[in-house]
């Protein structure tokens, strides 16, 4: 895990509360912070432009539930389709990524961001995710999840 | 007055959390149109009376780029404004868009502060949240 002033995390933090309006908590490590007795979701957009590289969003099904929820507007009686839970997941790392880009390189800079995508991750990807070094985990809403930039070729 | 405001972008919940945000603000809606590309957005502004569009830029099928390009080169439509909802706000960006003819450009997320501003500014009507 990094410093506090790393601006993944202040922005993590900044659109977990405001845009997916949920309480949030940081998680003081991301080693065991995930059930792996359920399965563990990625979802990550590729940046282009002033930097190459990705930004990855890792979290369980409560958690994209609750997104989905909150983000619609929803009770948490009224079901929600696959397509909406993906989609809101998804979604969630476009904002994360534009805001993070913005924050950390400022207000004029040009990129793209492409290929969004959502899948269900294995044990040892998690593994491998959990060792990344800019990486900040949190509790939103009492759910675990953990976001992570990553810059090519590093 | 009530608008009639179509929403083209390829993600269902993009669509719904603006229309939900709208649900957070006094403009008032008469129907909202949904359309996952530019295509289909162009078949429904055929088909409806729009008085304004929100567009995503990166869709399947058919592009932003290309929506706007079909639309100010059809008469009908050349007038018809255009918000650009994006999650990148850089001033060559915006410069890029503004020339293919949007009217105003919002950053995602979108608050309904920003919306009511944004639709002010176009329709010339007072809105408060």
Same mark, same amino acid.
Not at chain 1, 87 to 113: P, Q, R, S
């Given at each position: 895990?990094?410093?506090?002033?790393?601006?993944?995390?202040?922005?993590?933090?900044?659109?977990? /509360? @405001?845009?997916?309006?949920?309480?949030?908590?940081?998680? /003081?490590?991301?080693? !065991?912070?995930?059930?792996?007795?359920?399965?563990?979701?990625?979802?990550?957009?590729?940046?282009?432009?002033?930097?190459? !590289?990705?930004?990855?969003?890792?979290?369980? /099904?409560?958690?994209?539930?609750?997104?989905?929820?909150?983000?619609?507007?929803?009770? /948490?009686?009224?079901?929600?389709?696959?397509?909406?839970?993906?989609?809101?997941?998804?979604?969630?790392?476009?904002?994360?990524? !534009?805001?993070?880009?913005?924050?950390?390189?400022?207000?004029?800079?040009?990129?793209?961001?492409?290929?969004?995508?959502?899948?269900?991750?294995?044990? @040892?990807?998690?593994?491998?995710?959990?060792?990344?070094?800019?990486?900040?985990?949190?509790?939103?809403?009492?759910?675990?999840?953990?976001?992570?930039?990553?810059?090519?070729?590093? | 007055?009530?608008?009639?405001?179509?929403?083209?972008?390829?993600?269902?919940?993009?669509?719904?959390?603006?229309?939900?945000?709208?649900?957070?603000?006094?403009?008032?809606?008469?129907?909202?149109?949904?359309?996952?590309?530019?295509?289909?957005?162009?078949?429904?502004?055929?088909?409806?009376?729009?008085?304004?569009?929100?567009?995503?830029?990166?869709?399947?099928?058919?592009?932003?780029?290309?929506?706007?390009?079909?639309?100010?080169?059809?008469?009908?439509?050349?007038?018809?404004?255009?918000?650009?909802?994006?999650?990148?706000?850089?001033?060559?960006?915006?410069?890029?868009?503004?020339?293919?003819?949007?009217?105003?450009?919002?950053?995602?997320?979108?608050?309904?502060?920003?919306?009511?501003?944004?639709?002010?500014?176009?329709?010339?009507?007072?809105?408060?949240?």
């Amino acid at each position: 895990m990094n410093n506090n002033t790393h601006p993944l995390k202040k922005v993590s933090q900044r659109i977990l /509360e @405001d845009w997916a309006m949920m309480l949030v908590d940081d998680a /003081e490590t991301a080693e !065991g912070l995930f059930d792996k007795s359920s399965p563990v979701f990625m979802s990550w957009i590729k940046i282009h432009g002033v930097v190459e !590289g990705a930004l990855t969003i890792v979290a369980q /099904e409560d958690f994209i539930k609750t997104l989905a929820h909150n983000l619609l507007g929803r009770s /948490e009686e009224e079901p929600l389709t696959d397509a909406e839970c993906k989609d809101a997941f998804k979604e969630m790392g476009n904002v994360l990524a !534009g805001n993070f880009l913005t924050e950390a390189y400022g207000e004029d800079i040009v990129f793209d961001l492409i290929h969004p995508n959502v899948r269900e991750i294995t044990e @040892d990807e998690l593994e491998k995710f959990s060792s990344r070094k800019i990486l900040f985990g949190f509790m939103a809403d009492d759910q675990p999840v953990a976001m992570s930039f990553s810059i090519k070729g590093n | 007055m009530a608008y009639n405001i179509l929403i083209v972008d390829d993600s269902s919940i993009v669509r719904k959390v603006l229309i939900k945000t709208f649900g957070m603000t006094d403009i008032k809606v008469n129907n909202f149109y949904q359309a996952e590309n530019g295509k289909v957005g162009l078949d429904l502004l055929h088909s409806n009376w729009v008085d304004l569009v929100f567009l995503d830029i990166n869709m399947p099928v058919m592009n932003g780029m290309e929506f706007m390009k079909n639309l100010r080169n059809d008469p009908t439509y050349k007038e018809t404004p255009v918000i650009v909802v994006s999650t990148e706000g850089s001033q060559e960006r915006r410069d890029e868009l503004l020339s293919a003819g949007i009217k105003a450009y919002l950053r995602k997320p979108v608050t309904p502060k920003s919306l009511v501003e944004a639709i002010t500014q176009i329709l010339g009507e007072s809105k408060n949240e």
